[in-house]
């Protein structure tokens, strides 16, 4: 075992099992203060108001999130439960023996297919089952189960494109380009990774991808109102933009870029949050995202690419949250199985991946209260947005000086001393 995965391994057992004695100790009160939602009456709900809108014609009427793939998938779940419990309501059905053994189901399927997933990304088999176990007991997917959010089925597409885009399998390959597809089709953000195709020079591949999202994507709208239902879709996102973007909504539970510097600033400069100050830090945020995406096209190791496309994709929405981290988990099996001479950056990059993804939980209810807002940011949640920060700024400053330091700036031509 080399030196950053005993690091790694080491931390986060540990982080693990203080989170576990903290939970005994307070009778899992600390885990509700740190990890989950502050509302426990709305457990699981990402997953049953789901459910409840697929029932529905057309639900973009009254202003869902979700692509329409995502509604096929949960509107094919509720065909096991009565008709009549599925339209009632979200937290009637979560009350319903059927759906509850749906759910059961689901979270079993989907639990598995993960570490399926990171068993197949990840090749040291000494240590692919702590690996997953690990990753399981995460900050991020343990709030991910906690909202019941269909994140875990986009990260499993996205982990089959990963596994088999380069495969000499022809069938395994287009496979890989669909699942990408299916990806970017629940939850969007997942489009990015489409530019490793085109950073590879493998266009013929890209467009054939374009071609799977398009499709996947829009063709779905048709059981949900046709044509109508795209323009309410694209209107609920900027309306929910706006919503979560306000200095009411609050930054908690987020890791986006924004939320980062907002609470940064209002512990160590005592800034208070207002609505231009969102404005300031939102440009920031963008400005952030730009130099990460140039990062990615111009990196030379295939992990610190991955990574730069996934900080991308977390920090530039400004409604990104905890739970998107569960991507990092695909750099990260890439970063500890990299074979070089450990070094300070090594170290640097395990802390960071750390703090991603650790279950520390002390005692601190909330942080960042000059943030304001309802939801208040959690002393893990910061944990969490400072690593995705520091290891964002990290890497665009090596790419940046490795972009330098290899001769892409053009030294001047050495003259001949005159004899």
Known sequence: MNTKKKIFFSVMSLGLLISVIMAVITRGDVWWEQIFQHDKTDVFMDFFHSMTDSANENPYSYGVLYPPITYVFYRFMSFFIPENVVKVGGRILRENYASLMVFFFYTVFTILAFAEIIRGLYKDKKTQALLIVLLIMSGPFLFLAERGNSVIVA???????????????KIKKEIALIALGFSFGIKIYPAVFGLILLKDKKYKEAIRCIIYALIIFFVPFFLFGGIESIGQFFGGITHNMDKEGSVQAGIGYKISFQSTYIALSAIFLRIQNTEAFMGLTSWFGHFTAGLTLLCAVLSKKRWQTVALLCCFMLGWPGFSYQYMLIFMAIPLTMFLQEEKKFDLLDLCYTVLFIFQFVLFTI?????????????????LNLVENCGLMGMTWLLILE?????????????????????
């Not at 499993?156 to 990963?162: D, E, L, N, Q």
């Not at 005692?363 to 002393?379: D, P, Q, W």
């Open 155 to 169: 990260f499993i597409f996205a982990g089959i494109f990963f596994l088999w885009k380069d495969s000499d399998n």
């Open 363 to 379: 005692n601190i209810i909330t942080v960042a209260y000059l943030a304001g807002g309802v939801c208040l940011m959690k002393f």
């Open 399 to 419: 790419v940046f000086v490795r972009f330098f330091k290899e001769g892409y700036v053009k030294k001047p031509a050495k003259t001949l001393k005159k004899a």
